[in-house]
Every structure is written in structure tokens, then in C-alpha cells.
């Protein structure tokens, strides 16, 4: 992965949030959709700091050194990954997660454990009991965490 150095935040990162984009696997969300619905929402730009897509792409969206727009109470020292999916074709949250999904949000992390190796990986649920939803729809603490 390119990541370099100038784009290390001077910020503690003590937080990596994961997120789902809560679209159904007939609904493609790409990077494109993600930044207009962020826009419409009044963020500066898309949220997240990253961004995979259901084919495995990994897309750098908000610089690490920018403080993101994805965890109210969280995002000055946390980095955000979202992955498109999370809900099945009913809309129910589903851990909906390609093979492709999967094994770069374990390289991303893995990657970013080794710059912020202080860090904790939840999920966006996992922030806290007054966080009510069911993002992203797995339980990321276990499965990337410790
Ligand atoms: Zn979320």
C-alpha cells in the first residue's frame, strides 16, 4: 500500500472505526455515490478515510492527517474504513462482504496497526451504547482485534 509519511496524522490515533456503506448487494455504491451522499450531507468530502469497494479496490478518500467525518464523538482520534455493503436484499444489516472485501480489510488494517500499533479496532456499534445501529454489521473487534 502507499502510504507515506507526510500523510501520518500529528494526532493521536488511539481508534480504527470499521463501517459499512448500509447499501444491498444489488445496489452498487461506488466511490462516486459514497462522495455525493457525503456531500449531501453536508460534509466537506467523503467522510471515511478509506473506502472498499465490493471488487476488493481499496480507495483513498480523506488524507490520515485530515480528521474524519464517520464516528460523532470519535473522529479526532480514530481513522474510519468503510466497506460497501452491509445490508441484505431485504435491508436487514448483513455481513455482506465479498472474499475480495475481506482480505483487503485485513491488509488495510493490518497495515495501519503497524503505523498506529496503540490503536483499537471496533466497529462502529462497538463505540458505545448510545451508538444505535448495527454498523457494520459484524463484529470487527473480534475479528481484527487484540
Ligand atoms: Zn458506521
Redesign the pocket.
Known amino acids: 500500500m502507499d502510504m507515506e509519511a507526510k500523510e501520518y496524522p500529528a494526532r493521536e490515533i488511539k481508534l480504527l472505526?470499521v463501517?459499512?456503506s448500509a447499501t444491498r448487494p444489488s445496489q452498487s455504491f461506488g466511490v462516486e455515490q459514497l462522495r455525493r451522499c457525503h456531500l449531501e450531507r453536508g460534509f466537506s468530502d467523503i467522510g471515511y478515510h478509506f473506502y472498499i469497494t465490493r471488487d476488493g479496490t481499496l480507495h483513498h478518500c480523506r488524507p490520515m492527517v485530515q480528521v474524519g467525518a464517520?464516528?460523532r464523538g470519535f473522529n479526532l482520534h480514530s481513522l474510519g474504513i468503510?466497506y460497501e455493503g452491509g445490508l441484505d436484499e431485504a435491508g436487514r444489516p448483513a455481513d455482506t462482504r465479498t472474499p475480495a472485501q475481506r482480505q483487503r480489510l485485513a491488509e488495510v488494517i493490518g497495515h495501519l496497526l503497524r503505523l498506529f500499533p496503540q490503536a483499537r479496532v471496533v466497529g462502529?456499534y462497538q463505540l458505545g451504547p448510545d451508538v444505535h445501529?448495527a454498523?457494520?454489521c459484524f463484529d470487527a473487534q473480534a475479528e481484527y482485534g487484540e
Open positions: 472505526v463501517h459499512c464517520h464516528a468503510c462502529h445501529k454498523c457494520p
